[in-house]
């Protein structure tokens, strides 16, 4: 092997200081996820292709991985989360209870052209409840939205909430009737291009500019409908703060399959845009090869949660190793009290190592630094004799022996 | 879509109730690995096809998903966690110091015949250490395996020990020279076939009698060499229960790259045989194309121990929801009191839901016992006037009324 082995284009290695980020968001979703009952579920990485395309169109088509296995079937790689749901929506109708709350946190690929921030192979994450029409199944994914934002330290975010019904009553009121489709795809990019744009767009789509002011006139007329308007009752009593979400009659959503409520987070300092969505999607599970369920969910940029940690220095204790001692390994008469102390900390769940070999204490010293490892512990023969352990702080450089049977104390406190 | 969709043979959707014995074996997995300081690391799905393959012979090639991408390169599904390991080691070389210990749980794919307990997609957990040829590294991994079947309520199991040095020394001091592997190949299937069955393959295979009878009288006095009895008693100093190890020298694991001690863990029960094995290999990763880097490690059978875990009911717990609390819902007046109590119960990490539907009260009582869930609570109009709540135990039918401010201290004692 002369030939220095390469990651493919699109592709990811994880070294330990991102995967230490990367485990901890999927900690915080699976845990507010389970505390609002929803309920874990995991499909194969691999599905008959025909299970997957013809599903999104042919572009989304092109994108799937497919190929014939050993044994001539053709097979693709998991392109989204959606679809394998319905699959096990079809397949065990009998085992599964509704309304069904789940989650689905796992890797979908797709051959497309790799650039920053868009990957071959990325983590999707969603929550879904299918089987209930109620808007209290809305409310309870902006609620969670709230709670994992908070609790991944985000401070200026929005959740925006509309709703298809809205926006047709919209575009009824101002008496646009052809390429409904095409003037909401012109007001899905008001955010990014201001009513200035939105309207330049539509002018060379063919609108009058009187139909025009028509439309900007009853967007800043429009209300909630009555569902959406239960849908933000319930976010205000499940907890969530009013200055976190609102509803805004701009919203669109790019896919052609909602059909009710539909919720856009995005995050506003930095203004890195959407970092999740979703919505009511009643029609959509049968024609994906499930049962006929109304439904709604929410999908976490999950890639893109990690990235905003990552840049906004959001979470700074997860640079550091979880590893808090390292024994130095110096002395072979001594060894066995090292390994015994080591035991007694790891007891105590204060995770910790022994350096292995016996090389120049220097050496092992640069080690802990390098691998940020903040106490290392040494055990020479007179520490042995008296029961004793000498602590270096590897930030402030200071030293200090203490009994042993002291030492668990005085780590659990610092 | 008249045809229902199928899920490929040899794949598995998991549904929750199998999720949430996964994500607890994984859990446990993890914790333990941080606690002995072993870092997280991530590898890509696909990988060049010249990366996975030439590596471990021509069976294992067979057994490698390749096909050409939408660039027309030649790439495959991750066989293994090793190689592409190594392949880490190999590109981040000044990101990694050294000893590295990472811990790796990923799925792997191979086109083998799926049968009872084997599928083309897996789970594989391993843990590996490179860069040191201390006998501590070892000993560790002994540490870990203890722990991690301990927390998981195995009871009777067996970490046995072994070193390739042990056994090359009993077959030159039996005057073996020829055919090693293959006397070994044999060895290997003592604990399934008895000495009498070894005995009968190795007549098969040409050895004379007399030279088998020196070999088991060889391998009756075996002791341990040097660098396993370092092994051996740092494991006694990292306070695992000698009834759980021992030095078995009929053990040789099956892979010609072990180097030095070997580890195979089996369950006694049921007896189900290895649910994990390992060792040194101090010349397999360079040979990989990674650097030329002393390594030794042991992988987890994951799905094995779910398996056992399951069949033996070691976790009965966690065949219950961890949803605690479902809120009825019955009375639109009541609905406001409902979600706030709801939310309380949730800021205080009380896992809960409320049905979405004003359905029959009955429907709501047979959902929350189908999907286990302990508690319903009911807020009417009655209770509601005076802030109360009752609650009912769907275990027992018993129904209790209590002030709203008590619930949760009544759930966090229930």
Same mark, same amino acid.
């Given at each position: 092997?002369?030939?220095?082995?390469?990651?493919?284009?699109?592709?990811?290695?994880?070294?330990?200081?991102?995967?230490?980020?990367?485990?901890?968001?999927?900690?915080?979703?699976?845990?507010?996820?389970?505390?609002?009952?929803?309920?874990?579920?995991?499909?194969?990485?691999?599905?008959?292709?025909?299970?997957?395309?013809?599903?999104?169109?042919?572009?989304?088509?092109?994108?799937?991985?497919?190929?014939?296995?050993?044994?001539?079937?053709?097979?693709?790689?998991?392109?989204?989360?959606?679809?394998?749901?319905?699959?096990?929506?079809?397949?065990?109708?009998?085992?599964?209870?509704?309304?069904?709350?789940?989650?689905?946190?796992?890797?979908?690929?797709?051959?497309?052209?790799?650039?920053?921030?868009?990957?071959?192979?990325?983590?999707?994450?969603?929550?879904?409840?299918?089987?209930?029409?109620?808007?209290?199944?809305?409310?309870?994914?902006?609620?969670?939205?709230?709670?994992?934002?908070?609790?991944?330290?985000?401070?200026?975010?929005?959740?925006?909430?509309?709703?298809?019904?809205?926006?047709?009553?919209?575009?009824?009121?101002?008496?646009?009737?052809?390429?409904?489709?095409?003037?909401?795809?012109?007001? @899905?990019?008001?955010? $990014?291009?201001? /009513? *200035?744009?939105?309207?330049? &767009?539509?002018?060379?789509?063919? %609108?009058? !500019?009187?139909?025009? @002011?028509?439309?900007? $006139?009853?967007? /800043? *007329?429009?209300?909630?409908? &009555?569902?959406?308007?239960?849908? %933000?009752? !319930?976010?205000?009593?499940?907890?969530?703060? $009013?200055e976190f979400y609102s509803f805004s009659p701009t919203l669109v959503r790019g896919l052609d399959y909602y059909t009710g409520p539909i919720i856009e987070t995005s995050v506003e300092e930095p203004k890195i845009g959407s970092i999740g969505g979703g919505g009511r999607y009643d029609t959509l599970v049968k024609t994906l090869g499930g049962p006929d369920l109304p439904a709604t969910g929410y999908a976490f940029g999950f890639d893109r949660l990690v990235d905003v940690i990552e840049e906004l220095n959001l979470l700074p204790q997860l640079k550091e190793n979880n590893t808090k001692v390292m024994f130095a390994n110096f002395d072979p008469n001594t060894l066995n009290d090292s390994l015994k102390l080591l035991q007694e900390l790891r007891d105590n769940s204060i995770a910790s190592i022994i350096y292995p070999d016996n090389d120049k204490l220097g050496k092992q010293f640069k080690y802990a630094d390098a691998n940020s490892i903040k106490y290392v512990a040494l055990i020479g023969s007179d520490e042995a004799k008296n029961n004793l352990v000498t602590v270096k702080n590897m930030s402030t450089g200071n030293q200090e022996t203490f009994k042993q049977s002291e030492l668990i104390n005085y780590l659990s406190q610092n």
């Open positions: 092997m002369n030939n220095k082995p390469q990651t493919l284009k699109g592709f990811r290695d994880f070294l330990p200081s991102s995967m230490r980020v990367r485990n901890h968001v999927k900690d915080v979703l699976v845990s507010v996820f389970q505390n609002y009952g929803f309920q874990p579920l995991e499909t194969p990485t691999l599905e008959y292709a025909s299970t997957l395309t013809g599903k999104y169109g042919e572009d989304a088509d092109k994108l799937v991985y497919t190929f014939k296995d050993k044994g001539d079937r053709e097979v693709g790689l998991r392109y989204d989360l959606t679809v394998p749901a319905a699959k096990v929506l079809a397949i065990y109708q009998n085992d599964i209870s509704l309304p069904f709350k789940r989650y689905q946190i796992q890797s979908v690929w797709r051959a497309d052209k790799p650039q920053k921030g868009r990957y071959r192979e990325f983590t999707q994450c969603d929550i879904d409840i299918y089987g209930t029409s109620s808007p209290l199944a809305e409310a309870e994914l902006v609620a969670i939205i709230y709670q994992v934002l908070n609790k991944l330290n985000f401070k200026k975010f929005q959740i925006k909430l509309n709703s298809r019904t809205v926006l047709y009553q919209i575009l009824e009121l101002s008496g646009i009737k052809d390429g409904q489709s095409s003037v909401l795809q012109s007001l @899905d990019k008001f955010d $990014k291009i201001g /009513k *200035e744009g939105v309207t330049k &767009e539509l002018i060379s789509k063919g %609108l009058e !500019a009187s139909t025009i @002011d028509t439309l900007f $006139k009853y967007i /800043k *007329e429009a209300q909630p409908d &009555e569902t959406l308007k239960a849908v %933000l009752d !319930a976010v205000s009593l499940l907890g969530v703060p $009013k």
